[in-house]
């Protein structure tokens, strides 16, 4: 039987709270180590390439976070549009109880390694997508058509993405808790758009249906 990786989540789990906290350059092997409580040989075991495969792992870890809070939100709330608002206060909230020390650990890390590190890009890639999909599935069960819902979850991942930043910046949750209910504001209008617009549709349907040859 294989010896069960004792370290390794520890290394990853240490990695995320400096990287969100101080960056990826500014943080040492020996600060994973310390944070990890790992042996140091632990760190070149499971990450024989160095830090930037526990960047990537890092990465990779804080999406399945995300990805499985955006889920948890999606089947709690009734829309989208509640999904953003009840998500938003999250990250609103841990970061302004860390005194806004703590960013997003995937964006600290992008913004430093990507994308001359193409490991720690595709990593980062492919956690954005994994919440555009959560987003866009919950956005087409509101009755969005899949390009539109897909278009929407794209501007909602860069959105927050970016009022992140903003709000470590500020130090203050606000730019989070309107760039979310701003989205949340577009989505509702336009749902409500698409669904007074949709007997109108219908009775054209109907009518074009009603013709005869010559009159269509």
Same mark, same amino acid.
């Given at each position: 039987?294989? $010896? ?11 990695? @995320? ?9 500014? &943080?040492? *092997? ?25 960047? @990537? ?17 999606? +089947?709690?709330?009734?829309? &989208? #549009?509640? *999904? /953003?608002?009840?998500?938003?206060? *999250? ?13 997003? !650990?995937?964006?600290?890390?992008? %913004? +430093? ?9 595709? #990593? ?7 919440? &555009? ?5 919950? /956005? ?6 899949? !390009? ?5 979850? =794209?501007?909602? &991942?860069?959105? /927050?993405?970016? $009022? /992140? =930043?903003?709000?470590? =910046? ?12 701003? %989205? $949340?504001?577009?989505?509702? $209008? +336009?749902?409500?758009?698409? %669904? ?21």
């Amino acid at each position: 039987m294989p $010896a069960v990786p004792k370290h390794r989540q520890p290394i990853i789990n240490a990695a @995320v709270t400096l990287f969100r906290r101080q960056g990826f350059a500014r &943080t040492g *092997l020996n600060d994973i180590v310390d944070v990890s409580g790992a042996p140091k040989g632990s760190l070149y075991h499971y990450f024989p390439d160095g830090k930037s495969s526990i960047a @990537v792992a890092a990465v990779e870890e804080a999406g399945r976070r995300v990805a499985a809070t955006v889920a948890k939100l999606a +089947e709690e709330c009734g829309s &989208t #549009a509640e *999904l /953003l608002r009840a998500h938003a206060r *999250l990250p609103a909230g841990w970061m302004q109880g860390s005194g806004f020390r703590n960013g997003c !650990p995937i964006t600290t890390v992008l %913004l +430093e390694l990507a994308p001359r590190d193409r490991a720690v890009a595709e #990593a980062g890639r492919k956690a954005y997508a994994a919440r &555009t999909a959560l987003l866009r599935d919950k /956005l087409m069960a509101d009755g969005f058509a899949r !390009p539109r819902a897909e278009t929407l979850a =794209v501007l909602c &991942t860069s959105a /927050l993405q970016g $009022a /992140l =930043v903003q709000a470590r =910046v500020e130090r203050s949750g606000r730019p989070i808790e309107i760039t979310a209910a701003e %989205l $949340a504001r577009l989505i509702e $209008a +336009e749902a409500v758009r698409d %669904l007074d617009a949709e007997p109108a549709r219908c009775e054209r349907d109907h009518d074009r249906q009603d013709r005869t040859p010559d009159q269509a």
